[in-house]
């Protein structure tokens, strides 16, 4: 039997980035589109691009940076989305409208208010009027899953009609089954025949853990796209995991005689990618890139393994990209090879940004007796995804004990300015992180803090990561490295800091922060 390409449609920027805690800033958007292009992901979802002027912005630059995929941005069916949609899309080179409409009883009558003839004919007509700007158009039929079969039909041969040249049929809340969602496409495929003259997706959400389940029986059903993210992250329960996907087909190409296009040796670090810029991590056993997923730990695996890896190994962890403790450079170790080894870990910095992870380097390989792959990675990443460092810390000088008040002393630059403050809290890094307020003079809450390591061993790098809440409630996470833990802590902070300053210069907001900000001003 021959062996049917699948297509992968991430949506890690635009489903996965609009749930809690994982909103990313430009320079981070685009750094994550780059590395799905290296991934050799089919389609870059890179936003919603009339939800926000920050979304447009970086839908836009995505669109006009990647080359090797196709670049959609999501729409409702309304003429003024699909205008501003084409807009951020028309400078991509193979672009593409995502436009979307409810077609589930619920969500017609109570979100859309709208009667079902309504609702086919504004499909039709906005599918029609996409079509005008561009050849490659997706419609999805959100909740399809929970839709009336017979009416779903109608629409979907009514929007092929008019142009659509991908129809998906999503499972918005996560409700069906495996077994189900294989009889659905079936089904739809002989109710709506022109769905075999099209590409046909799925794209499943996890909300009872079947996500991948789900888009994998789609696959067996005859569809040719699955819609996913990266770590599967995404409202709710999530979007159904690319990485678990991608390696169900890949590992048992002989059940499903289709396969992706991916470069599986990119999948840990997109994985770690995601990681570090949003600070959500990946639970220790999660499928393919937890920090467990392949540890042998039991003594009679461990011999299995030994003995032959096939005993309790189903993929390897090379096909992924997990290298584990890969000794690299050491502190002679020059500029020239320290660029080369970058650019084989699959980063392009420019002479500034490798200027400074190379400085980063040197002081890091004379404090770290081993510095391995993993640290040049997460030293690396952090660089290019850095923004303007409006504020630097100079030095900080900490008094702590368990019989006194801790106090910090902070001195930090601000436009060329030094600022020096003292302050007092429980613990060392409260103290610090009061000192780091004062200076920048707002009110800011501590939403998370998390200390953790990026290798194993006692002069192993600190990995910290911050979250700050401004008074009208957006979200900045911060990341800091050092083999210090309270350097690392104040690095993140003050990174935390100077992403929101970025933020609110670059109109990266989102409109519910605008809309409460703009409310505030009016009372
Ligand atoms: O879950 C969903 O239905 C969606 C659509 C907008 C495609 O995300
Ligand atoms: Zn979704």
Redesign the pocket.
């Known amino acids: 039997m021959e062996t049917r390409k699948i297509k992968i449609f991430d ?1 890690t920027l635009r ?1 996965g980035e609009q749930s809690p805690g994982c909103s990313m800033n430009l320079k981070e958007k685009i750094e994550m589109a780059k590395q799905l292009e290296r991934m050799r992901v089919d389609v870059i979802e890179a936003g919603f691009a009339i939800s926000s002027q920050g979304d447009f912005v970086s839908v836009k630059t995505i669109a006009e940076t990647v080359k090797d995929c196709t670049v959609a941005s ?1 729409a409702r069916a309304s003429e003024k989305d699909i205008d501003r949609a084409w807009e951020a899309v028309k400078g991509a080179a193979d672009p593409r409208i ?1 436009l ?1 409409l409810a077609t589930s009883p619920l969500h017609m009558e109570y979100k859309l208010h709208m009667a079902p003839d309504d609702v086919y004919e504004m499909a039709v007509a906005m599918t029609a009027y996409a079509a005008k700007y561009c050849p490659n158009i997706e419609f ?1 039929a ?2 399809a899953t929970r839709s009336n079969w017979k009416f779903l039909a109608k629409v979907i041969e009514g929007v092929i009609a008019a142009g659509a040249t991908t129809v ?1 049929l ?1 499972d ?1 809340v996560g409700y069906t089954l495996p077994d189900e969602h294989y009889a659905f496409f079936m089904r739809m495929r002989e109710m709506a025949p022109s769905l075999n003259d099209v590409t046909i997706s799925s ?1 499943c ?1 996890n909300d009872l853990g079947l996500g991948v389940a789900n888009s994998l029986a789609a696959i067996r059903a005859g569809v040719s796209q699955v ?1 996913c993210t990266v770590n599967g992250i995404g ?1 709710r329960a999530g979007n159904a995991a690319m990485e678990e996907i991608v390696m169900g087909l890949y590992t048992r190409k002989d059940y499903y005689q289709a396969e992706t296009g991916i470069a599986t040796s990119e999948i840990v670090r997109s994985s770690s990618l995601l990681t570090r810029i949003t600070g959500v991590k990946v639970q220790p056993n999660k499928a393919i890139v937890g920090e467990n997923a392949f540890a042998h730990e039991a003594g009679i695996h461990q011999h299995g393994v030994m003995q032959n890896r096939a005993t309790y190994e189903i993929m390897t962890p090379e096909s992924v990209g997990l290298n584990k403790n890969n000794l690299v450079l050491g502190k002679h170790s020059g500029k020239h090879a320290f660029k080369a080894r970058v650019a084989s870990l699959g980063y392009s910095l420019d002479d500034a940004e490798l200027e400074m992870a190379f400085e980063k380097f040197k002081s890091l390989a004379d404090k770290k007796k081993t510095v391995y792959d993993r640290d040049i990675e997460a030293l690396v990443a952090k660089e290019a995804v850095q923004v303007p460092r409006i504020y630097r810390l100079n030095s900080f000088v900490i008094n702590s004990g368990n019989t006194i008040t801790s106090t910090a002393v902070l001195k930090m630059t601000h436009n060329d300015r030094t600022i020096e403050k003292v302050s007092r809290g429980e613990g060392p890094i409260d103290a610090a992180f009061k000192a780091i307020e004062k200076i920048v003079g707002r009110e800011l809450a501590l939403e998370d803090y998390q200390l953790g390591s990026v290798t194993e061993g006692e002069d192993a790098l600190g990995d910290a990561l911050v979250k700050i809440k401004t008074a009208d409630g957006a979200v900045f996470s911060g990341r800091g490295l050092s083999t210090d833990v309270i350097e690392a802590s104040i690095h993140a902070y003050v990174n935390a800091v100077n992403k929101m300053i970025y933020a609110e210069k670059e109109g990266m907001y989102s409109d519910a922060v605008l809309e409460k900000r703009a409310a505030k001003r009016s009372r």
């Open positions: 949506t489903d999501l995502h979307f999805s959100e909740d998906n999503p918005t794209h959400h819609e409202e």
